[in-house]
């Protein structure tokens, strides 16, 4: 049983450049999130979806950052243009709505220089 | 805005003691669930409490809820190497969850 797959694992990039993060969720799943890990600010919630709408984004740092989940399968997290304070790791999780937990994929670590 | 504050924030021990990890907020919460991350990895789902005053045990780990649904903790038994990782957890209501900032614990050998 697949878990939550992320790619890629690890992003080096410069500022300005364009970043765009995948996630494929766990199959059955209909609800995603994706949050931002640093060691400052801890594990932070971007945004989700249900069903692949979007319910709440209210922590998307700046215009800069969208997502976006065109099916069941499938979600992006794009920053453009990206600068250095955006280096983190970046999570996605998932979770069947029946419960309460979510399982979360490997995470991708940006680097922007 | 519902916050979760964990503590300690660090904690190093020696292989065999035992320890606690407390989690508090002045929200109540639906559920709560404990997470372990180790280095270069996702959280990984230990727990869920749903009840107040709920006990699960996982081998040597035991999980309370608090009764008022607010707060929660983790008690580890005979700690071992394995044990060390982030722990972290997290409030969910409405569709989401609110993590802490979690507790990193090593296990010295």
């Known amino acids: 049983d697949a878990g939550v797959i992320q790619s890629p694992r690890h992003e080096v990039t410069e500022m300005g450049q364009e970043v765009t993060l995948r996630c494929k969720p766990i199959s059955g799943h209909n609800s995603l999130f994706w949050y931002r890990q640093t060691m400052m600010r801890g594990l932070e919630l971007l945004i989700y979806?249900?069903?692949?709408?979007?319910?709440?984004d209210s922590g998307m740092p700046e215009d800069r950052f969208s997502a976006k989940m065109p099916n069941a399968s499938f979600s992006t997290l794009k920053i453009q243009p990206s600068e250095p304070r955006d280096s983190a790791v970046y999570f996605c999780?998932?979770?069947?709505?029946?419960?309460?937990?979510?399982?979360f994929g490997p995470g991708t670590r940006l680097t922007v220089l | 805005t519902q916050l979760l504050e964990q503590s300690p924030q660090f904690l190093s021990i020696q292989e065999g003691e035992n320890l606690t990890v407390y989690c508090n907020s002045s929200s109540v919460f639906s559920s709560l669930q404990w997470y372990r991350q180790e280095p270069g990895e996702g959280p990984v789902l230990l727990v869920t409490?749903?009840?107040?005053?709920e006990v699960k045990k996982l081998k040597r780990l035991t999980f309370q809820f608090g009764d008022a649904r607010k707060d929660s903790s983790l008690h580890i038994t005979a700690a071992q190497p394995g044990d060390t990782g982030l722990y972290l957890c997290?409030?969910?209501?409405?569709?989401?969850?609110?993590f802490g900032d979690g507790t990193t614990l090593t296990v010295k050998p």
């Open positions: 999780a998932s979770r069947n709505r029946r419960v309460d937990e979510q399982f």
């Open positions: 409490v749903v009840t107040g005053g």
């Open positions: 979806f249900n069903n692949n709408v979007p319910i709440d």
């Open positions: 997290a409030g969910f209501n409405a569709g989401k969850s609110t």
